[in-house]
């Protein structure tokens, strides 16, 4: 493994080993649970894969049993963030969980069942991994259009939500629009672009790590904020009717 990649994976493991201490002294590990595994199974994952040579099979074997266990945890932490913003809202979070369930479930099916295909000799060169690196755009296409639509509905309703769970909403959208970049600039520009995408990566994953570490503050600390621009008190009052209406029919139809 060459200077760059033990540089990334050292400051990776350093990161989130990091932050999943401080999640513990805020006492946040169980507020953002998901996360907090996310935080402790990264380190180990990367430590454990930068073990192994990279043109071996052992490291393809690993990575393409372990990368769908990331895939399942960004699905959990999107869940997670979910709820956390409409914590007050059960028929919104409801009908989200229920659509992204949904829509990830096909392509988190098919990664699983892939991984005990024999890639050692595929057809064409990385053709198997051309194909794992698809169904990886897939599901983070799926929660990248979710987050996104988390991002937008607290952009225009107040709504209002604990400092720390606004907090994380805003870093993990970043977080997870660093990833799904890096992926489909790979696909745009050619395998030739995964270095400069991995630089690109890292510096936006270490950005998101600091401002996760600076940000976040203990639960007693966390006052209720309200989200989206501001607005004057008689607009506010009608775009939380709008968004309690809502809620209220979802919740009716989830009942049916």
Known sequence: ????????????????SVLAFRL?????????????????????????????PRDTDAYGYYYFITQPLVWILYVLITL?????????FPGIYSLSRKALTGSVVVAAVIA??????????????????????LLERTVVLSLV?????????????PVQLNR????HVIIFSLFFAAKAAMLFSRNLFGVSFTRAGNIG???AVVLCLCLWLVFLVEN????????????????????????????ETLAGSLRK
């Open 1 to 16: 493994m060459d200077a760059f990649s033990l540089s990334f994976v050292a400051l990776h493991c350093l990161g989130f």
């Open 24 to 52: 513990v002294r805020l006492s946040l590990a169980s507020t953002f649970r998901w996360f907090f595994v996310l935080c402790i199974f990264e380190p180990v994952r990367m430590g454990i894969a930068a073990a192994f």
């Open 80 to 88: 997670e963030v979910f709820q956390g913003a409409f914590a007050e």
């Open 112 to 133: 699983v069942a892939t991984v005990g295909i024999d890639f050692s000799k595929p057809d064409g060169p990385y053709q198997f991994l051309e194909v794992f690196l």
């Open 145 to 157: 259009v979710f987050v996104l639509a988390l991002t937008l509905l607290l952009s225009w309703f």
């Open 164 to 167: 720390n769970a606004l907090t």
């Open 201 to 203: 990566l890292l510096c």
């Open 220 to 247: 007693k600390e966390s006052r209720l904020v309200r989200s989206g621009v501001p607005h004057d008190p008689a607009k506010e009052a009608r775009l939380m009717q709008q968004l309690n209406a809502l809620n």
